[in-house]
């Protein structure tokens, strides 16, 4: 009996394909489905989405300790023109619409890497090779350089979405420039009681100048981070879906 005790312990416990169904259920499944699939294609599900939001959670975690440290507020409250508010709108626009460029494009290129020449689902890839079928090799170059085009294009309304904050804070330079020397004086440089209001004015549009510029300058190199992030993965793309349209236009 011992004997068969330890025969029937061995054979439930050599291995998952030895299991009753109903004993490994749902996590037996999963198994099977991730033992399927094969390794390099795990690897760069969402890899892009993935660089992205590491690259924005730095950037807030340093807006955070920016804000506790109370310099966000300092920022905004000296800004009498309401400038720099215009900036940031203008730069959270920017990244709303990187990070769905960045989505589109993850979702494109994983289509590309577990391409499936009879997919239910469309995806870019899917239509450009269904398209190169049959096509000479000029006719396929143009095609490719075509797709090159339309893909890189996607991303230069970021880029200049990017540039806008720097012009944007060359303005409130010019601005603040402007507010400052709107109280010199110099009639009244005499009048020990006119020197008080001048100075304020001064100081006033000192500050409008340099933060505006300070602003810009940040959120422009924020933006250009992610900018960089989408071209990267965009060429990816392009270069993956030119591939798989050349591979199968000679089978």
Known sequence: MAQAFARSFEDDTSGPEN???ERHGVLGALGAALAAEPLHRRA???LLLLRFGVAN???IALL??????GWVGLVFAADQTRLTSIIFAVFVMG???C???IVQTS???NAAKEFEPFAPKPSRALAYTATMKGRSPESRSISATSLRSKLMNRTMVIRNIANSLVFLGLIGTVIGFIIALSGVKPELAADAGAIGPMVSTLIEGMSIALYTTLVGAVLNVWLMVNFRLLVTGTVSLTNAIIELGEQHART
Do not use: K, N
């Open 44 to 46: 760069h599900r969402y």
């Open 99 to 101: 990070a769905w460029r």
């Open 107 to 109: 979702r494109d290129l």
């Open 95 to 97: 990244l709303g619409l």
């Open 64 to 69: 955070g300790a920016a804000y506790l440290q």
């Open 57 to 59: 959670l730095i950037g």
């Open 19 to 21: 299991l009753p169904r």
